[in-house]
């Protein structure tokens, strides 16, 4: 833990990383389910996620534009997560695909508003000390792991239909946590007289950028058809949610100790090994999702196949992109990768499985990471924002 000392908010900036996801926790293991309850087809299903790509694709980039111009990160965010809250409340009188898109590209702009603000306003409070990182957003995966426990078991008995209640209840709670943060004065730094752009077009940025891209590329079949796929396969609704939170405990885990582990291994391994497993996870779960002890043990990878990928990706944004220039950077990369890589990833990954193209589309995904892992060993150089 931080201590007081040093000036870092640490139980009020963890506070709104536990509820941020465990809003998540609700989304990725059931959204898919409440879809499929509502009368949607998989390739419905997957059209409207990737919509709600697609507009991270842009968003992160308007609100990360305004938030480094007026400097006002947690007002943007702030008005982002009531717009969210407002948009969201009109799901309960949704009667066509039309309203529902509407709906998740309307929350899905305003939602651009909120992580990637927020990161940057963590990173300004940690500054030099990016490996502390990992110990506030440790609490993002226990808020996940709760709520997916608990609903798991919740819609058991109860019907999913009720999903967007329990997401109103978060949204809440976030906007509530966000009115705690004040945000810090960004520090300045001696490269922020080189254009945005020049920043950008350096090979190992660029290298960095297609991994992590392919990586989130390859978790669209995950984040929204892993529940439906289970179902197919005879899980209950307990034991979807219990293979989830064992995949975010996994996570957990590793943020408790991923600060010591690039003490001993160098960031460029820490994400190759990441892309590796990502490549082996997904080629065993389309072969053996019918073997509980085996998707368990692949449920674990989740350690490094987000885990160890999303800390180390945090020090390499920060490292790439300094002071005026860190909401434009951390945006892109939300775009980019998690807008961008997971709206493509979702939508092809429900085209493939609404049709027989001769792939499964977790074996795609298996090999979407194995590009990204060639492409971190060939172009991401060692040493690059290494101590």
Not at 38 to 67: C, D, H, K, T
Request: one cysteine or more; aromatic letters at 18%.
């Amino acid at each position: 833990m931080l201590s007081d000392s040093q000036k870092v908010p640490y139980w009020r900036l963890s506070s709104f990383y536990f509820f941020y996801f465990a809003l998540l926790g609700c989304i990725a293991p059931f959204w898919a389910l409440f879809l499929s309850d509502r009368g949607y087809s998989p390739l419905q299903i997957g059209e409207l996620m990737g919509l709600f790509g697609l507009v991270r694709m842009v968003a992160p980039n308007v609100w990360g534009m305004l938030g480094d111009y007026t400097g006002r990160r947690m007002q943007l965010l702030r008005f982002g997560c009531a717009m969210c809250f407002i948009i969201f409340s009109q799901i309960f009188w949704v009667d066509s695909f039309l309203f529902m898109a509407c709906i998740m590209v309307g929350y899905g702009f305003f939602w651009a508003a909120v992580l990637p603000q927020f990161e940057v306003v963590t990173l300004n409070y940690l500054k030099d000390r990016t490996d502390d990182y990992s110990k506030i957003r440790i609490w993002g995966s226990i808020g996940f792991v709760v709520v997916v426990v608990i609903l798991g078991l919740v819609f058991d008995y109860l019907s999913v239909s009720y999903l967007p209640v329990f997401m109103l209840i978060m949204l809440l709670a976030i906007f509530l946590c966000s009115l705690l943060v004040r945000g810090v004065v960004q520090a300045k730094h001696e490269d922020e007289s080189a254009g945005f752009l020049a920043l950008l077009w350096r090979p190992q940025v660029i290298a960095f950028l297609m991994a992590a891209f392919l990586i989130q590329f390859s978790h669209g079949a995950y984040y929204t058809f892993f529940s439906l796929f289970l179902e197919q396969h005879g899980y209950s609704t307990a034991m979807i949610g219990f293979l989830w939170a064992l995949g975010v405990t996994a996570e957990v885990l590793v943020f408790l100790v991923v600060h010591k582990l690039f003490k001993w291994v160098g960031y460029r391994w820490v994400l190759i090994v990441s892309l590796l497993l990502a490549a082996v996870r997904w080629y065993f779960t389309a072969h053996f999702a019918d073997v509980l002890w085996i998707l368990m043990l692949l449920q674990l990878t989740h350690a490094a196949t987000f885990g160890t990928m999303h800390a180390v990706s945090m020090h390499y944004v920060h490292t790439f992109f300094k002071g005026r220039h860190q909401g434009q950077g951390q945006a892109l990369f939300s775009s980019f990768t998690y807008g961008a890589g997971g709206a493509v990833g979702t939508y092809v990954s429900g085209l493939v499985w609404s049709r027989d193209l001769g792939v499964t589309m977790f074996e795609l995904a298996g090999l979407s990471a194995l590009v990204g892992m060639v492409i971190a060993v060939v172009w991401v150089k060692r040493g690059v924002g290494e101590k």
